[in-house]
Structure formats: C-alpha cells, structure tokens
C-alpha cells in the first residue's frame, strides 16, 4: 500500500519507488543527483514560485560574497582573490560584478578580472573581462567597472569558486572590490 505525503504542490508516494506527481499527473522520478531513485531526493523543479527566498538545496538558492570598493589591494601585474564562495553539488549560474580603484595619481594599463575554481589563477582569456588603456589616470578613483561573463559550473562535491582580478598600474596604490553571485540552476 502507498502512503501519500504533501510537499507544497507536489505529492509523494512513497513506496519501492518515489513519484513527483502535481495535480495527479506523475511529472518525474526523485532521483538522488547520480540517478538513483531515492524517496527523499524529492525536487520541486519550478523552483519558488511565492516570492521567498529559495532554501538551501532548491533551484533558485543563491550563495553570494559582496566586497567594498578598495577593500582588497592589488599588487601591480599580479593576479589576486577578491571575494570567495563555496558552492555545493549541484548546477550554479555564476556571475560578478568588479571595479578596479586607484587614487589620484596611480596610472592604470591593464586591468582584467574573471571566474576561477583555482586560487590567485585568471581562467582562460575568453572567460575574462579586459581594460586596456595606455596609462590612463582616472578621475574620481575608478579604472574599470565591469561584468564578468556568467559561467555554468556543474560541481560534484564542494567546490571554492574566486573571482581574481589583476591590474596592472604605476606610481599608486590600487585595490578591486565585487559582488560575486551563484544562483542554483535546475538540470
């Protein structure tokens, strides 16, 4: 005999194998994430759909790290962490946002920032955001303001995502600030 079980929308039955049914249509199979049916692997696919926040665990869960302005300083032509997030198993869209700040006289050339699984690393060109200028001095502080292109990063076990930005500049000091963002994407 089959137990039925409520979860939001979704119905469960529960007994050698686990159905998601909405409305009495059987939509999906729970699976544990490797294909395995497991009864308490259950997933809403639509994600939320009431204006909250997504919980841990659903599509839609956002995992995100924002870092002032000039708060992590750079060294010039030297690749450098600003911000971290761990993201669990699962698929992620990740994105980011990051200025580059000097002050009044630092004399910027090159500045490049972008997504990485490996510390103090740029990942390939193509997966970057690049600022070229020929020793350009900003007014009111600010090289570059940029977005890095949104990448899909599908991780099995626990994975440290680094958006690392280099800059290369002369006479000054500078320093990179960001909002790194991963939002849990369905399969």
């Not at 939001?8 to 049914?21: A, C, M, Q, Y």
Request: with cysteine.
């Amino acid at each position: 005999m089959s137990t039925l079980g409520i979860v939001g929308d979704l119905r469960r039955i529960t007994d050698k194998d686990s159905f998601i049914v909405d409305k009495g249509r059987v939509v999906g199979v729970a699976l544990d994430g490797i294909g395995t049916r497991n009864p308490t692997a259950l997933v809403n696919k639509n994600g939320i759909t009431d204006g909250s926040s997504a919980s841990v665990g659903m599509i839609g869960e956002v995992i995100s790290s924002t870092v002032a302005p000039a708060t992590t300083g750079l060294t010039t032509n030297t690749p450098a962490n600003i911000t971290s997030i761990t993201l669990t198993p699962g698929d992620w869209d990740v994105s980011a946002s990051y200025v580059v700040t000097g002050t009044g006289t630092t004399a910027f050339t090159f500045c490049q920032a972008g997504l990485s699984t490996t510390s103090a690393t740029l990942p390939a060109n193509n997966l970057t955001n690049v600022r070229n200028s020929s020793s350009f001095v900003p007014t009111g502080a600010i090289y570059a303001a940029a977005e890095v292109p949104m990448q899909r990063m599908s991780v099995s076990v626990a994975t440290t995502v680094y958006l690392v930005a280099n800059a290369i500049f002369t006479i000054s000091t500078a320093g990179a600030g960001c909002v790194l963002t991963a939002r849990r994407a369905a399969r």
